[in-house]
């Protein structure tokens, strides 16, 4: 017999060999038909696969993210055998689980091709796979027989990434006629998947490498009832109206052009005025908490970036290197702000009574992302973080870290991103080889992270080896109006940069000691944060967000000259806006206005000038009446007042 521990700490024994169905089908029948794949130890398995041993299990349903992904894993696989059987000669590269859903790389048959016009043949084959309830088998197979199986296919990418594999470590998953390399985990059977629908086409470069073949990547998605899919389809509905991409353009924000490159965001006046808002209220919060601003160039010396590590783990993935006309002078755009921040720290000598020392800038960095993988504002090549840096002593780490928590809450909360969760990063116990730094400073960083979580009552999900490659790192999660998931904020304590950069301090007894570094940035990049705020607002951003508050209407040409003179005066109580004057009739120009999401329209014709008033118009509600401009002054602030306030 050996001993199973539940999550709840209640101990069972079953017969060695019981499977994690088993041991569900034991607790509940209703528990058995709703578990996907269970973690046994803390690794993630199929529920098949027997227990030989005593053990900590945790059951996962669809619900949790762990089952989604063996959901997704298992659906990956029903449609490759579906374009298998649909489009013989296909050789497949890689199927993962995705955030959602899933998707599979595949290269045609020669003369072969894939559109949206295949959709519904692969979508009811995938479905026929389903309804046959085929059992989801693993084996284990040597490499040269994994080797051999699929060289008889002539499948040349399963082989290549066979050949890094060590043999031993090789697993097989087989579903009726169709058998992949995996290492799982899957669903017991096909039958467990009630809806599935593939969603897209892309193109993606073999192993994200631009030099080799472009394969043709398929996106799908898959649930356990039919209803769960059609909630999905409308979400996606919603989303595309929601693209920031279309109301950025729709609202004038930001542009991209040819000309000047892929990837880089030409912000536009109300863009740039929606920036400068964001940037303008969170440097007041900054200087609330003691933050110092600072300024660094957009280029560096290809040595600063060699000291930092930062060269040699991310020089591929940077721009090319400027050579200066000086022989063997070599600088970089900058793809990150902290190694100018250290040398601004080593500009002046700190004693221990001078720290902790914050200093913040919203600096612009360059990295180089592939074509392929540019979208609108979330993947960019030039993008401005909201950047900060505080070096410490030891014993003021904690504090620091949960002051920074604070303000990531506090942010959110002013925002109206209710939802998030956090997400602790540390390193792979198995693989050290990935990080800089001693043992001994990654373990105090990771405790300190660890407790300061816990102690501002954030109930983190550990990730282990998703660290940054100098430290450990705690991520926020946000969801959006639409319940998708964004990683915004990100706070990172760095032990190895002082270390480097050998900075020091003079500690109370009269000796030099080394800071510790903490990275943050609450918004994450302006860039991504402004496209997740516009499809969470779909547009309607909050009052004192709006970079157009009011417009005024006059319902003709001879009212522009009173429409002039009320702008002028709201312009003095800090109200921003402008007056259209178009020849168009009021419906229109009411029309058109609120298509822009302007929060007030202010009308005004005969009678609002003889009685020196406006006819107020708000966004979402109609009319509102007619009141002096002092008044809609006076109402437009309060309103900003209480936003804060609530």
Not at 103 to 122: H, M, V
Request: overall charge negative; glycine content about 6%.
């Amino acid at each position: 017999m050996i001993k199973i521990t539940l999550p709840d700490g209640s101990v069972r024994e079953f017969e060695k060999s019981v499977t994690g169905l088993q041991i569900a089908e034991d607790i509940s029948p209703r528990l058995a038909k709703e578990v996907l794949a269970i973690s046994i130890n803390d690794e993630l398995s199929d529920l098949t696969r027997p227990i030989y041993e005593d053990a900590n299990i945790i059951l996962h349903k669809f619900e949790d993210d762990e089952g989604k992904h063996a959901f997704w894993h298992t659906s990956a696989h029903i449609l490759a055998e579906a374009i298998e059987a649909l489009f013989p000669g296909t050789k497949f590269g890689i199927g993962p689980a995705i955030e959602n859903g899933f998707y599979y790389d595949i290269e045609l048959a020669e003369g072969k091709t894939l559109s949206e016009n295949d959709f519904p043949a692969i979508n009811k084959k995938m479905l026929e796979l389903c309804q046959q309830n085929n059992p989801v088998v693993r084996k284990e197979v040597s490499k040269a027989e994994a080797i051999s199986t699929f060289e008889k296919k002539g499948d040349n990418y399963k082989t290549e990434l066979i050949s890094e594999l060590e043999d031993g470590t090789i697993s097989f998953y087989q579903q009726g006629n169709f058998t992949d390399l995996c290492r799982g985990p899957h669903l017991p059977s096909t039958g467990y998947i009630k809806a599935i629908q593939v969603l897209s086409l892309a193109g993606a470069y073999w192993r994200g490498d631009e030099t080799r073949k472009q394969l043709t990547r398929v996106y799908a998605i898959s649930f356990p009832k039919q209803k769960m899919l059609q909630e999905y389809l409308l979400m996606l509905e919603e989303a595309k109206k929601r693209d920031h991409r279309k109301i950025g353009k729709e609202l004038e924000l930001f542009h991209f052009s040819q000309k000047v490159g892929m990837g880089m965001a030409l912000w536009l006046p109300k863009g740039t005025m929606l920036r400068d808002l964001l940037e303008s209220w969170l440097t007041e919060e900054l200087k609330k908490r003691n933050y110092e601003m600072v300024k660094t160039p957009h280029i560096g010396h290809i040595d600063l970036y060699k000291t930092s590590g930062h060269y040699e783990k991310y020089g591929k993935d940077s721009f090319q290197a400027i050579q200066t006309p000086a022989e063997g002078e070599a600088f970089m755009l900058k793809p990150m702000n902290c190694p100018h921040h250290v040398e601004i720290f080593k500009a002046r000598q700190y004693s221990y009574r001078d720290l902790p020392y914050r200093m913040a800038e919203f600096g612009t960095v360059y990295r180089y992302e592939q074509h392929g993988e540019l979208h609108g504002l979330t993947r960019v090549r030039s993008f401005t973080q909201d950047d900060a840096h505080v070096f410490c002593r030891p014993d003021q780490v904690k504090d620091e870290f949960k002051k920074i928590i604070e303000l990531v809450m506090y942010v959110f909360k002013s925002l109206n991103f209710t939802e998030y969760k956090a997400q602790i990063s540390l390193r792979d116990p198995k693989d050290k080889t990935k990080y800089i730094g001693s043992d001994e400073n990654w373990d105090k960083a990771e405790q300190a992270i660890q407790e300061a979580a816990e102690e501002m009552g954030l109930k983190p999900k550990i990730e282990l080896g998703e660290a940054a490659f100098y430290g450990p790192k705690l991520d926020f999660m946000v969801k959006d109006a639409l319940g998708r998931t964004w990683q915004l904020g990100t706070i990172q304590v760095d032990y190895n940069l002082p270390e480097r950069f050998e900075l020091e301090y003079k500690g109370s007894d009269n000796e030099m000691h080394r800071p510790i570094m903490i990275h943050r940035a609450i918004f994450g990049s302006m860039e991504r944060f402004v496209a997740v705020l516009i499809e969470h607002t779909a547009g309607k951003f909050p009052l004192w967000l709006s970079p157009q508050q009011i417009v005024l209407l006059p319902i003709s040409e001879k009212f522009n000259n009173y429409s002039k003179k009320v702008l002028e005066l709201l312009k003095k109580y800090d109200i921003r806006g402008e007056i259209d004057d178009r020849n168009e009739k009021i419906g229109r120009k009411i029309r058109d206005n609120e298509l822009k999401r302007i929060p007030y329209l202010l009308i005004v014709g005969e009678k609002e000038v003889e009685s020196n008033t406006v006819s107020v118009r708000k966004q979402g509600q109609g009319d509102l009446g007619i009141m002096s401009p002092e008044n809609f002054a006076e109402l437009i602030n309060k309103e900003i007042q209480e936003y804060f306030n609530n």
